[in-house]
């Protein structure tokens, strides 16, 4: 049976400014398909107190269901049009059996850009907050990555404006409690605080609400594996956001002072684009690091946090104790001790301890927090948010320069569809520096995007870099890369999510 996830709150992008004590009832109906729906009324599901996080996540994340948060779209992926058993329309002529075995339908630009753009959402500029662009596209199902984007209040109770980019792994269960949890965690702790709170204070308030997020979710996981004296739905729910784990890229921007904020916990990244007029161009300025084993600083921190331990950072593939990243929320296997994780894994159906760990933790939730004074304007910075997913494909200047490229044509209106842009299609995709796109053990097909490759033809940002990191004008690679699904997709690439803020 397929699971829908329908979006209850049609307020998501409304300003929130009358607290953020909320709670979500998490309710399930069944119908034709399994609804779950999430309400912003009083629950015993799930509720938000003080700060504190006390949960009893229903059992739809044993299930691999995809709940809806109230701040941002995230439609399901892959939801068969028609179930098995249902009837044709009398208006519909059925194809003829033998052709569809034989003539599989493929598809083409149009077809593939209009899968693309099932989920791509713009927010009009409003007052004082910026323009934005979002795009999600799946590789899992469910789905892994979540987003959000919300106007909520900051230093001193004033309306900021978040955007945030969850880049769930091992499962979705993180990542989807974190799309209703962290804004409003990260939102109470610096709305105690008042308008003449210097950077510091700032950036130290950021981080506390996303250590004492995850505090709370392991804490939570671990008051429900102590009490309980069996295995029971109740404590696998809390178990699941525990067991599973995230990345976090959120975005916080003073629309007064406009000052942006980027807090990285993982592999996701944020990069700026700045128009500078030496350059006549807008480049590339980072916002963020990749949290990984190939991060010098990041490699410094583990090895003085564990002195003697040798080998727990792998500087071959970056992994550590196996995993991509440094830092995340959740992935408890990293960060309880090795007789608690036995428990869970004897008496709660959990994964086995890590080998090679000896003085857990080796993972924070901490985020760094970088600070930017952006330009507004007629040629004013924009931002680049994305999951790693994006960024297996193409540069953070490459990506500059495409939405530069799609910022001048939305001025010039100089857009082209794909139908007139087809007959100059570059179809060598199967070519990339003398060598064709083969997959290996344990590898992405390997491809890169490159302006010479770019089109404009889109009106989101965000699904124009996409499209563009899948092939652009390389159409043959962007019909095949849109056309892999479960589970071959997991060898093509992976859930991949976008959001583009124009200042």
Known sequence: MSLLVRRVNSGAHSVLRHGLDRSFNLS???????????????????????????????????????????????????????????????????????ALVKEPVSLNVQTATAKLTENELSVAATGKSPESHSVQFASNSPVEDQYVQVVAPGVGKTPWCYWGVLDGHAGAATGILLKSTLVPYVSKSLSQLSTQSASPLITSAIQNAFTSLDADILNTAQKAVNSASSVSAAALAAL????????????????????????????????????????????????????????????????????????????????????????????????????????????????????????????????????????????????ILASDGLWDHISSEDAVECVAQYVEARKSGKFKSPVSSEAKADDSYHVVGG??????????????????????????????????????????????????????SRNIRDDITVQVIFF
């Open 240 to 383: 699941a956001p525990a067991i599973a784990g995230s990345c976090a890229l959120l975005a916080i921007f003073d629309p007064k002072s406009s000052v942006l904020r980027v807090a990285c916990t993982g592999d996701s990244r944020a990069v700026l684009g700045r128009y500078e007029s030496a350059a006549g161009k807008y480049v590339a300025k980072p916002l963020s690091a990749d949290q990984t084993g190939f991060n010098a600083a990041e490699v410094e921190r583990i090895s003085a946090a564990h002195p003697g331990e040798t080998g727990i950072i792998d500087p071959a593939s970056g992994r550590l104790l196996g995993i991509a990243v440094t830092r995340a929320f959740g992935d408890s296997r990293w960060k309880w001790s090795e007789k608690f994780l036995k428990k869970t894994q004897e008496d709660f159906w959990s994964p086995a301890p890590r080998k090679g760990a000896i003085t857990p933790p080796y993972m924070t939730a901490e985020p760094v927090v970088t600070e930017t004074q952006v330009v507004r304007g007629e040629r004013g910075d924009f931002a």
């Open 435 to 488: 060598k064709p796109f083969t997959l290996t053990d344990g590898k992405y097909v390997e491809w890169k995007a490159t302006p010479e490759h770019f089109v404009v033809e889109d009106g989101n940002a965000a699904t124009h870099l996409v499209k563009n990191a899948f092939g652009g004008s390389r159409r043959s690679l962007f019909c095949s890369v849109m056309s892999a699904g479960q589970p071959l």
């Open 28 to 98: 399930i109906r069944q119908h034709a398909t399994l609804t779950i729906r999430v309400a912003t009324h009083q629950s015993r599901a799930l509720t938000l107190n003080n700060a504190g996080l006390v949960f009893g996540l229903s059992a739809a994340f044993a299930c691999g269901a995809v709940i809806e948060g109230i701040y941002g779209p995230s439609k399901p992926t892959a939801i068969s049009p028609r179930s098995a058993s249902s009837p044709i329309s009398p208006d519909e002529t059925p194809r003829d059996p033998i």
